[in-house]
């Protein structure tokens, strides 16, 4: 038997046993002595609110730390309180599943973004610099970082939605995904110390004290980290930004953080060190109304306006030129992104190398303005895995020329069979007879052409048909066009497997089968997450929560909070 202290809704000394006794137990028997409800009463141990888990092995008082003379509190909360709870615990599950599906949607995404091989989506996952330039890493440090960052950007997301223990779940995987990188590849990049602040900023908004050494030492590696990635008093930083002070609120952030961390550990004029500091810097990023008046009668909006004040120091013709630029940098990737949709499409038409890799379309340029026909260019480096040297070798040998020509007939005769064979399974299953089927689709034709001729000429002469066709239709008509309000046959293609027609497609890219087995909701969401944001966007802190923060500490420190150490109860915002 273990005896547990009790304070609250009812005092006393409870006697328990830890092994067999869960939370709920201690919760009826608690709300019994308080001649209360059990939904009406929160237990708290630890700095941590206790939940009644659904797994035996998590419900035991043991498992939780519980033991003789554990200090409980007990709190009152309202009947709709106590019932929120039993729905946190109901939506356990949903929230699991949540997560695994961003995990498994970020590793899907980084490994066809990361190695080269042609994307499913029309669009590419590129990795910029704090100046918005591209940068190159080797294949497996790719992907390792993608993920990581795909992941970060998730974690920021339930940030800005409050939901903070779901942040910490998504930004220790991010975490986890950095740490397969080559230390040396990513000891210059800022994105791993800013989560490590991301995640203590999260153990503070959820008032978890017992976090306080491991939130120590992840500000003192983000602090190592930001210096490196940012030079000496970010002197690096500031060079790429032309001067700007963009990282004022993030170096806030951390102080603030190292500030509440020392304040909890007993060493108050450290902590007030550190928030006088942040507090000076929190000054320091406050708009003017004048200089915000000013910018936004230039046609920038309120919040674009503040934050490039913010970042300039409070210039009103450096924050203008921010904003001109970011303008700029917006207009110039909307004209890459529409280039490089256009570059997949193509790169599309020429099928992938044995390796599963796009071909390189600078090669192919390259290739091309030496006076070899595309087309055959292309599928040389295909064959070649983008071997330039290799494929001009091909190119030049008259009968490896030939045997190149031979592998793009054949290419464009299976997707014209497979066409077919997509027009087929797709009539057939309308209820037409195969055989007729099979003999109007060989006779030529649009699908709506074919279609119309079963309609109306069930068991006419397919081949003489054809011969009418092509006497009342242009050479439109014979390459599948159809009219405004029609259904292509590439549409009905989209919802058809090669694999299911017995078409050899392995030099043609991704299947249908694995397109179907995409998280297209889960991609799609973390896609425009990230298309939303830029090299600068995690330095775009408000503060307003930072500034509050920081005011009731130095308050705690003056009345004297410091001369003893802080209880769980200080640890607020």
Same mark, same amino acid.
């Given at each position: 038997?273990?005896? =547990?202290?009790?304070?609250?809704?009812?005092?006393?000394?409870?006697?328990?046993?830890?092994?067999?006794?869960? $939370?709920?137990?201690?919760?009826?028997?608690?709300?019994?002595?308080?001649?209360?409800?059990?939904?009406?009463?929160?237990?708290?141990?630890?700095?941590?609110?206790?939940?009644?888990?659904?797994?035996?092995?998590?419900?035991?008082?043991?498992?939780?730390?519980?033991?003789?003379?554990?200090?409980?509190?007990?709190?009152?909360?309202?009947?709709?309180?106590?019932?929120?709870?039993?729905?946190?615990?109901?939506?356990?599950?949903?929230?699991?599943?949540?997560?695994?599906?961003?995990?498994?949607?970020?590793?899907?995404?980084?490994?066809?973004?990361?190695?080269?091989?042609?994307?499913?989506?029309?669009?590419?996952?590129?990795?910029?610099?704090?100046?918005?330039?591209?940068?190159?890493?080797?294949?497996?440090?790719?992907?390792?970082?993608?993920?990581?960052?795909?992941?970060?950007?998730?974690?920021?997301?339930?940030?800005?939605? #409050?939901?903070?223990?779901?942040? !910490?779940?998504?930004?220790?995987?991010?975490?986890?995904?950095?740490?397969?990188? @080559?230390?040396?590849?990513?000891?210059?990049?800022?994105?791993? &110390?800013?989560? #490590?602040?991301?995640?203590?900023?999260?153990? %503070?908004?959820?008032?978890?004290?017992? #976090?306080?050494? $491991?939130?120590?030492?992840?500000?003192?590696?983000?602090?190592?980290?930001?210096?490196?990635?940012?030079?000496?008093?970010?002197?690096?930083?500031?060079?790429?930004?032309?001067?700007?002070?963009?990282?004022?609120? !993030?170096?806030?952030?951390?102080?603030?953080?190292?500030? $509440?961390?020392?304040?909890?550990?007993?060493?108050?004029?450290?902590?007030?060190?550190?928030?006088?500091?942040?507090?000076?810097?929190?000054?320091?990023?406050?708009?003017?109304?004048?200089?915000?008046?000013?910018? *936004?009668?230039?046609?920038?909006?309120?919040?674009?306006?503040?934050?490039?004040?913010?970042?300039?120091?409070?210039?009103?013709?450096?924050?203008?030129?921010?904003?001109?630029?970011?303008?700029?940098?917006?207009?110039?990737?909307?004209?890459?992104?529409?280039?490089?949709?256009?570059?997949?499409?193509?790169?599309?038409?020429?099928?992938?190398?044995? =390796?599963?890799?796009?071909?390189? !379309?600078?090669?192919? *340029?390259?290739?091309?303005?030496?006076?070899?026909?595309?087309?055959?260019?292309?599928?040389?480096?295909?064959?070649?895995?983008?071997?330039?040297?290799?494929?001009?070798?091909?190119?030049?040998? &008259?009968?490896?020329?030939?045997?190149?020509?031979?592998?793009?007939?054949?290419?464009?005769?299976?997707?014209?069979?497979?066409?077919?064979?997509?027009?087929?399974?797709?009539?057939?299953?309308?209820? %037409?007879?195969?055989?007729?089927?099979?003999?109007?689709?060989?006779?030529?034709?649009? !699908?709506?052409?074919?279609?119309?001729?079963?309609?109306?000429?069930?068991?006419?002469?397919?081949?003489?048909?054809?011969?009418?066709?092509?006497?009342?239709?242009?050479?439109?008509?014979?390459?599948?066009?159809?009219?405004?309000?029609?259904?292509?046959?590439?549409?009905?293609?989209? @919802?058809?497997?090669?694999?299911?027609?017995?078409?050899?497609?392995?030099?043609?890219?991704?299947?249908?089968?694995?397109?179907?087995?995409?998280?297209?909701?889960?991609?799609?969401?973390?896609?425009?997450? =990230?298309?939303?944001?830029?090299?600068?966007?995690?330095?775009?802190?408000?503060?307003?929560?930072?500034?509050?923060?920081?005011?009731?500490?130095?308050?705690?420190?003056?009345?004297?909070?410091?001369?003893?150490?802080?209880?769980?109860? #200080? =640890?607020?915002?």
């Amino acid at each position: 038997m273990a005896k =547990l202290k009790v304070a609250g809704t009812w005092a006393g000394v409870l006697e328990v046993e830890p092994e067999n006794w869960t $939370v709920l137990m201690l919760r009826e028997e608690i709300a019994k002595r308080s001649n209360m409800g059990t939904e009406s009463i929160n237990l708290i141990f630890a700095g941590k609110v206790l939940k009644d888990f659904t797994s035996e092995e998590k419900s035991s008082l043991s498992h939780l730390g519980i033991k003789n003379n554990s200090k409980i509190l007990a709190c009152r909360v309202s009947v709709e309180e106590g019932k929120t709870l039993k729905n946190e615990l109901l939506a356990d599950d949903e929230r699991n599943r949540r997560l695994a599906r961003i995990k498994a949607a970020v590793t899907a995404l980084s490994k066809r973004h990361a190695d080269g091989a042609l994307p499913i989506e029309d669009f590419d996952i590129e990795l910029e610099d704090q100046s918005g330039k591209k940068v190159h890493f080797s294949e497996t440090d790719r992907q390792a970082i993608m993920t990581g960052l795909m992941l970060h950007t998730s974690g920021k997301q339930f940030i800005r939605k #409050q939901m903070f223990s779901d942040a !910490l779940e998504v930004l220790t995987m991010g975490e986890e995904a950095f740490s397969l990188c @080559n230390p040396k590849s990513i000891e210059l990049v800022d994105n791993i &110390p800013i989560l #490590q602040i991301d995640m203590v900023w999260c153990y %503070f908004m959820l008032q978890d004290i017992a #976090q306080l050494s $491991v939130a120590g030492l992840r500000l003192e590696k983000a602090k190592e980290g930001l210096e490196r990635a940012h030079g000496k008093d970010s002197s690096r930083f500031r060079l790429l930004q032309a001067g700007r002070s963009s990282e004022l609120a !993030l170096y806030l952030r951390l102080e603030l953080l190292e500030g $509440v961390v020392a304040y909890h550990s007993g060493q108050f004029d450290k902590s007030r060190k550190f928030l006088t500091s942040a507090q000076a810097k929190f000054f320091q990023l406050q708009v003017p109304d004048e200089a915000l008046s000013i910018v *936004m009668s230039m046609g920038f909006g309120e919040q674009d306006a503040k934050r490039s004040l913010r970042m300039s120091n409070q210039d009103v013709q450096s924050a203008v030129n921010l904003l001109v630029l970011e303008r700029e940098q917006r207009k110039q990737k909307r004209e890459d992104d529409i280039r490089r949709r256009n570059e997949i499409k193509e790169q599309k038409r020429y099928g992938v190398t044995p =390796l599963k890799k796009a071909v390189d !379309l600078q090669k192919l *340029m390259e290739l091309d303005s030496i006076g070899f026909e595309k087309e055959l260019a292309a599928e040389a480096l295909r064959k070649n895995e983008n071997d330039t040297q290799k494929a001009l070798d091909d190119l030049t040998n &008259p009968d490896a020329n030939n045997a190149l020509q031979r592998a793009i007939e054949s290419r464009k005769r299976k997707r014209q069979q497979r066409a077919n064979d997509g027009k087929i399974e797709q009539l057939v299953s309308m209820g %037409f007879e195969r055989s007729i089927v099979i003999s109007a689709v060989q006779a030529g034709g649009s !699908l709506e052409q074919v279609m119309h001729q079963l309609l109306t000429h069930p068991r006419a002469d397919p081949i003489a048909a054809a011969d009418n066709r092509s006497n009342t239709h242009d050479s439109s008509a014979n390459d599948n066009a159809s009219t405004p309000g029609s259904t292509p046959a590439d549409a009905v293609l989209e @919802n058809l497997s090669p694999d299911t027609v017995g078409i050899d497609n392995s030099n043609e890219g991704p299947s249908a089968t694995e397109i179907e087995q995409r998280d297209l909701e889960m991609e799609d969401e973390i896609a425009d997450e =990230l298309a939303r944001g830029d090299a600068i966007s995690d330095y775009n802190i408000d503060v307003t929560q930072e500034g509050e923060a920081i005011n009731e500490y130095l308050a705690l420190l003056d009345s004297g909070g410091g001369n003893g150490k802080a209880s769980s109860s #200080q =640890l607020s915002h």
